[in-house]
Nanobody, 124 residues
């Protein structure tokens, strides 16, 4: 089973910053998109930010200008720097990776993998 390693969540005061990290195993290569989603209780999971292999980024309107997504392709790692955090940013954040999974012999299959989630809490 393929697993992503997430880290960086925690408790911060409003206006503060956090950095989330997510690393995919080397068995996932040719990664097309890495992103972060969040899901509040009772609500649908929503895209926060995503970045493609060529560096194209996409952000939710609610985080534009505050959050920055980046990736280190050599390390299969994506980062989300969250500045000017607000109490409404409080929820669980999930890493998402779309890529090709190397297992056994070719042809290899495309996969979408989710992280286990990391909790971000912003106090007012």
């Amino acid at each position: 089973q393929v697993q992503l390693a997430e880290s960086g969540g925690g408790l911060v005061e409003a206006g503060g910053s956090l950095r989330l990290s997510c690393t995919a195993p080397a068995s996932i290569f040719r990664i097309n998109v890495m992103g972060w989603y969040r899901q509040a209780p009772g609500k649908q999971r929503e895209l926060v930010a995503a970045i493609t292999g060529d560096g194209t980024t996409n952000y939710a309107d609610s985080v534009k200008g505050r959050f920055t997504i980046s990736r280190d392709s050599a390390k299969n790692t994506v980062y989300l720097i969250m500045n000017s955090l607000k109490p409404e940013d409080t929820t669980v954040y999930y890493c998402n990776v779309l890529g090709t999974y190397r297992a056994g012999v070719p042809p290899y299959r495309n996969v979408e993998v989710w992280g286990q989630g990391t909790l971000v809490t912003v106090s007012s």
